[in-house]
């Protein structure tokens, strides 16, 4: 094989690069928005416009119930190992907008920053790994594995049609190994091994305590007030400390092993250092549980929104007769994200305030949770690149965030999926005004080039254990 | 005295009554709309051509800082008591437009009811006492007593400007009684004497747990959560009943006497009938007190809006780093507003979560709540006169709401303010399709009438209780 001219051909398209990284940001692809469906399309034509030019093969928009989704594939290796790269091209909403110092969709380059929607989660990531591909394809000789790429417009909003997709091209998504790029570095200096996600379930509470807003000068005092009953009902979901009190919660939590709680204490965590830049002035949480703990193996329940009445600006003396609040959990392995989610209806009903109606539509989106073992070989492979390239060996980790994609692959495609990916936690992910290093963006290329290379001196039953 | 012949001239009147209404209800006079100045002072200056033709004397319209207010006296009973009759003749903004059944400005007549925008508030009500005025005077003879108007144009914006007028014209408005038509009948068959108004006080609640909005994969289970933090705070201030948990909320209010608990005790309240047009399903509140003691005598706490984090379509898997809530009081009689909100700041701040910063930002706008006693001789005559007219005994009762204008004429002008008005609680003030039975503005001009006639025959010393 002859791939040694790719850092060359990396270096030499820098600017080419950063070009379409501006491009890429400038498609406003907010998949929960009505009104940006044509927009969420427009990113799926230009990423598979980018592969084709690529060199990637057979590439396809493949549409699904909600956004298309897009694949491509580069099959000349044979005998080698089949990689599926996996990402997304959609972004999160930009609200609250008056919070960003430019447009979010008008990417600014600023101090070796690019700062847009999009930027770190995860249209730079998904960029490097089809740049990386091109490179090595294009430096001359036979590219070293097998490559399919699969990057959706949904997974903002939960990837509700990728099982589908999956399901209906078993085939064609079949592979030994998952990469995605969709993923954070521990820090510019070090790096990770995210070895687990957490599942995800949700629901939407609306309280109701009479048929209209009533004035309260004339009902005051009498008369139940949604926003009283909500914060009662709220309230109720935890302890001071931050301990869930829904009966049944934890009930089918698998307990940390020592070996476990060993690896996450390798990690350093200081307290002052992790405060300080979120403005936080005090850490909460379940007892009994280091904050490491607390965030990759232990389930939360978050109030995501809530709202009653009025919240306009002035004041208005009324008594309101509705008031909202959505809830997401994040779930660890072994709990069941409907059974979960039966607990809370069971809380929320058991302790609706007097003279409320409570209504609670779940979210559709819900995935479980997902850990890849301690020794799997493929994730020794990327956790020996990571530690030459970084020159620092990688902490084993696991995320407190949800990839459903990563329970749907290994129980769909029978493969695990590593995350590989060049963002890191201060650069404003779902916020206002998001950025990313631009020196994690050229390292991901490299990290990427080396992988394709050392994969490719493997064999399928090496990477799989088999 | 001859004024034996105004029950004649008043019904010999009516179409002249009922063609005035309409013209008056023709002006737009909307106080809070930029656009609506104009229209605003034309109805000033209808009403102050109105009063000059009715024998009214020196009429003036008095310019304030936004609306002018009309002013005018017939001074001409020596040693008899002087009224001042209170009003105003602005009126709500109109939307939502879309729900009139006719225009709010095109006045209509059916069924024995007027409809338009500030029919029942309270352009029937100020007209009324004009006409009867009028009808006593040209009916022959001595006017009874001594008669001052005072009506303004910006009470549906909360008469800011009314309290330095008063000021500045403490000799002009001196008087022994005040009436105000700005006001409610019981029924069609019941009178009711309102004994006193609310004071109010309110603030507005800003939480901050971080610098920013946080992603709930990355730090949920660890970072303090704004909407937590507010439910719990909230969540502090009343029991499951509603009784108000704020230490020093309930310290400075008078015990209700006997005979108030028996006067509101003689008010029929039905649960059922109360309830079911409102859509309520059980009624809340201090516990000890019947549902008219804690609308009328007790001091209550509503957050009238609360918000925090994503309240838009979908899921958004955020940790909000803020939240807010708007806060007012309904006060009692010698609860001073800064002290409650003291209570309320000190009880926010030692109950203030863990990890949560709080700012409280204090409404500009309070109002001392007032009282007439309940022996108050001018309101026992008004009693008297509401008796005879209706043949029923007016229940005594307090009002739950504000009206800063009656506690601001009891500290300027020495006087005890008397709503006697004739609008019903179902005629949709504020709301579209606003209306005021005929039969009641009729009864109105007779109330009025009797009123002059009986006030004429006491005493200045005998009005005060002096």
């Not at 990057?151 to 064609?172: A, T, V, W």
């Not at 290994?410 to 779902?430: K, M």
Request: proline share 6%; hydrophobic share 40%; with cysteine.
């Amino acid at each position: 094989m002859s791939v040694s001219t790719w850092p060359t051909t990396l270096y030499s398209n820098r600017s080419q690069y950063l070009a379409e990284f501006v491009d890429l940001l400038k498609i406003p692809s907010i998949s929960t928005a009505e009104e940006h469906v044509g927009d969420v399309q427009s990113a799926a034509r230009w990423v598979a416009d980018r592969l084709t030019t690529a060199g990637v093969e057979n590439v396809k928009i493949l549409p699904t119930g909600v956004h298309s989704a897009v694949y491509g594939e580069w099959l000349h290796a044979p005998e080698k190992p089949t990689i599926l790269i996996y990402g997304h091209f959609d972004v999160q909403p930009v609200d609250p907008l008056a919070l960003w110092e430019s447009g979010p969709f008008e990417p600014r380059v600023e101090n070796g920053r690019i700062y847009a929607r999009g930027a770190t989660d995860m249209k730079g990531n998904l960029l490097v790994t089809i740049h990386a591909f091109e490179a090595i394809l294009k430096s001359g000789g036979q590219f070293p594995v097998n490559v399919k790429f699969l990057f959706e417009g949904q997974e903002e909003i939960g990837s509700r049609d990728l099982g589908p997709l999956i399901e209906s091209h078993r085939e064609m998504f079949s592979c030994d190994l998952i990469l995605t790029p969709d993923s954070l570095q521990w820090s510019e200096e070090q790096p990770v091994m995210w070895m687990g996600t957490k599942g995800l379930a949700g629901l939407q509470i609306n309280l109701k305590t009479a048929d209209m807003d009533l004035h309260s000068g004339l009902y005051g005092g009498i008369v139940p007030n949604a926003n009283h009953a909500l914060a009662e009902l709220l309230g109720s979901l935890h302890d001071k400390q931050g301990n869930i009190l829904v009966k049944g919660f934890y009930d089918d939590v698998v307990p940390l092993t020592e070996s476990e709680r060993e690896r996450f204490g390798a990690v350093p965590f200081d307290k002052n250092s992790y405060c300080k830049p979120l403005g936080i002035t005090s850490l909460v949480g379940e007892e009994g549980y280091t904050p490491y703990e607390r965030v990759w193996a232990r389930p939360t329940l978050e109030i995501n929104g809530m709202w009653g009445g009025f919240c306009g600006e002035g004041v208005k003396t009324v008594i309101p007769a509705e008031a909202h609040a959505k809830i997401t959990c994040r779930l660890v392995l072994n709990q069941n994200p409907m059974r979960v989610l039966d607990c809370i209806e069971q809380h929320l009903e058991a302790h609706c305030p007097i003279g409320a109606s409570l209504e609670i539509v779940r979210h559709n989106a819900t995935a479980n949770a997902y850990q890849v073992p301690i020794d799997q070989p493929g994730a020794l492979i990327v956790a020996q690149v990571l530690e030459d390239v970084y020159g620092a060996t990688p902490y084993f980790v696991r995320i407190g965030g949800s990839l459903p994609i990563t329970d749907m692959f290994l129980s769909q495609l029978g493969a695990y999926t590593i995350p590989v990916g060049f963002g890191l936690d201060d650069e404003r992910a779902h916020s206002p005004n998001e950025f990313m290093r631009l020196d994690s963006y050229w390292r991901g290329h490299e990290v990427y080039c080396r992988l394709f290379e050392v994969l490719g001196e493997t064999s399928i039953s090496q990477l799989k254990g088999a």
